[in-house]
């Protein structure tokens, strides 16, 4: 099957140096499933693309290209979005100045649906229904989790201690509460986020961080973000905040992962610490549910997708 991925290789989630590889992992998988890609990066005519599957990669909505005529093609048309929470906002990246408008929930829905997207994939199911599945009419919902690219190893010799690592700052949003309170507790080593100190490791390097650390904090309020898949991988026992669909992929307490709370989160934390030769179990199990979530494994998933669908 040829495909056509029509993606900015402007944005941010999209470069190698950004904080996590794992969107430009699962972009590169995408085209090396299918038989052969025509790369998309600017607007043109719908009559240009030769292909039988489009995939409009813009995981924030920010792409702002018209293909005409794109409705009619006889392609099957698919979309990957992440983070449904986003509302509408017009801001400037730190990095380098550059401007970005990314489109709020109804804004995102219009245009699938003025492109005749088929399927949406999203690395996270509940909050795509929370937060977009009002607006969704028939377009399905394709769910594959945050799938990183990095290779496994075994790694014995690891830091002792549990890696408290990423953003904490969110606006007005309350994603975060439960990150940032756990990132001042004694029991975490905190690394600051690569925006505030360089020398941490981001892009292609950010695992290397990972898997230096035993354990690894994944915690945010609204549903799974990347860490939670990124740090098993990695075979760290991770300590997350627990979400449904994260269970449901196969993450059970002290079976291959710890699921920590306000109120636990110490005695929980301060048991791994005093024995973490003990939860090397937990560590590779949650490893092995992590094989099944591989950015290849990801690409393989849409291709299947598409080859049932043409």
């Known amino acids: 099957m040829r495909l056509a991925l029509v993606y900015n290789p402007n944005d941010r989630k999209l470069k190698e140096y950004s904080y996590s590889y794992i969107y430009k992992g699962m972009l590169d998988a995408l085209i090396e499933a299918f038989d052969g890609a025509q790369l998309i990066?600017?607007?043109?005519?719908?009559?240009?693309i030769k292909a039988d599957v489009v995939i409009f990669f813009d995981p924030n909505?920010?792409?702002?290209?018209?293909?005409?005529?794109?409705?009619?093609h006889p392609a099957l048309k698919m979309e990957y979005l992440s983070d449904p929470h986003q509302q509408e906002l017009h801001?400037?990246?730190?990095?380098d100045g550059?401007?970005?408008?990314?489109?709020?929930?109804?804004?995102?829905?219009?245009?699938?649906?003025?492109r005749g997207i088929k399927f949406v994939i999203s690395p996270v199911r509940d909050g795509f229904i929370q937060y977009l599945g009002q607006y969704v009419d028939d377009i399905r919902l394709l769910h594959f989790p945050f799938a990183p690219a990095f290779p496994v190893k075994r790694i014995k010799n690891r830091i002792p201690e549990v890696l408290a690592n990423g953003c904490t700052w969110a606006a007005d949003l309350r994603c975060y509460d439960f990150r940032k309170w756990a990132f001042t507790q004694p029991e975490v080593t905190r690394i600051e986020h690569y925006l505030i100190d360089n020398t941490t490791p981001h892009g292609k390097d950010y695992s290397d961080l990972l898997?230096?650390?035993?354990?690894?904090?994944?915690?945010?309020?609204?549903y799974p973000v990347p860490k939670y898949y990124e740090m098993p991988l990695c075979g760290m026992v991770t300590f997350a905040q627990h979400h449904p669909e994260y269970e449901a992929r196969g993450f059970k307490d002290h079976e291959s992962c710890v699921y920590v709370t306000k109120t636990n989160f110490k005695d929980r934390l301060g048991d791994f610490l005093e024995h973490p030769d003990e939860y090397g179990d937990i560590a590779k199990a949650g490893q092995e549910v992590m094989k099944n979530y591989t950015a290849r494994k990801f690409g393989e998933f849409i291709f299947n997708k598409a080859k049932e669908e043409a």
Do not use: W
């Open 211 to 222: 898997y230096r650390f035993a354990g690894g904090l994944a915690l945010s309020e609204y």
């Open 91 to 95: 801001g400037i990246y730190m990095q």
């Open 98 to 114: 550059s401007k970005v408008h990314k489109l709020g929930p109804e804004k995102r829905m219009n245009r699938l649906k003025e």
């Open 41 to 48: 990066a600017g607007s043109c005519e719908a009559k240009d």
């Open 61 to 72: 909505s920010c792409h702002d290209i018209t293909i005409a005529g794109i409705d009619k």
